[in-house]
Each structure stands twice: as structure tokens, then as C-alpha cells.
């Protein structure tokens, strides 16, 4: 059992930066497969950044503006995002898929096992 609980998110300019946490009780995730999605109003859920093993991998719309990362003595995931612009506003979600040191990379909702409560960002022009 995995529960996990996001936080920083807020409002923000555009050009701004904002952290997210992603803090992990029941059981540690620092070998699990970990992503980021985000769904803005009307939308579907989309991938925005996944890690597993040593391997990172992000969504075009995101890549070189976003870095996840993970601390391991903290139990906790991090979505660095710089140069933020009015459509990455969204509710952000972590996301943990039930493969321990699982080499793959996972794109999709439906392939993760866990989910965090989400937290709102927002970006304003």
C-alpha cells in the first residue's frame, strides 16, 4: 500500500517557477516506477514527466522546463518547473505504478497503481 500526498502548488506568473512535492507514506517508492500528469479544466489527464530506474523522460510540451527528481531519504518525489507559461495550469498529480526497480517507462494513467490528492497550479499571463 502506497498513499501519497502532493503539495506546493499556487499561483504563480508567467516565466515563474514552482517546486511540486510528492511525499510517500506506507511504504517507500524511492524503486518504483513515479510519474507527473496533470488535467486542466476540460481536459483528459495527460503524462507530464516519468522516472524510473535512472531513466527520466518528459512530455515535449514540457521537456526542458520540467525535472523530476526523487529523494530518498525524504520518501519523496519533486517536479521542478521553470518558465512556466498560462497552459501548464492544471491540476498536478504523482503517481506510482506497483513494480519494484521496474526498468520501464510509463506513459499512461491506466499504468500507474497509485495517485496523490492533486494540487491546483496556476499561471497567470
Known amino acids: 500500500q502506497v498513499q501519497l500526498v502532493e503539495s506546493g502548488g499556487g499561483l504563480v506568473q508567467a516565466g515563474g517557477s514552482l517546486r511540486l512535492s510528492c511525499v510517500a507514506s506506507?511504504?517507500?517508492?524511492?524503486?518504483?516506477?513515479m510519474g507527473w500528469f496533470r488535467q486542466g479544466p476540460g481536459k483528459e489527464r495527460e503524462f507530464v514527466a516519468a522516472?524510473?530506474?535512472?531513466?527520466?523522460d518528459y512530455a515535449n510540451s514540457v521537456k526542458g522546463r520540467f525535472t523530476i527528481s526523487r529523494d530518498g531519504a525524504k520518501n519523496t518525489v519533486y517536479l521542478q518547473m521553470n518558465s512556466l507559461k498560462p497552459e501548464d495550469t492544471a491540476v498536478y498529480y504523482c503517481?506510482?505504478?506497483?513494480?519494484?526497480?521496474?526498468?520501464?517507462?510509463?506513459?499512461?494513467?491506466?499504468?500507474?497503481?497509485?495517485w496523490g490528492q492533486g494540487t491546483q497550479v496556476t499561471v497567470s499571463s
Open positions: 506506507g511504504r517507500t517508492f524511492s524503486g518504483l516506477p
Open positions: 503517481a506510482a505504478r506497483n513494480g519494484w526497480y521496474d526498468s520501464g517507462t510509463y506513459y499512461r494513467p491506466g499504468e500507474y497503481d497509485y
Open positions: 522516472a524510473s530506474g535512472g531513466v527520466t
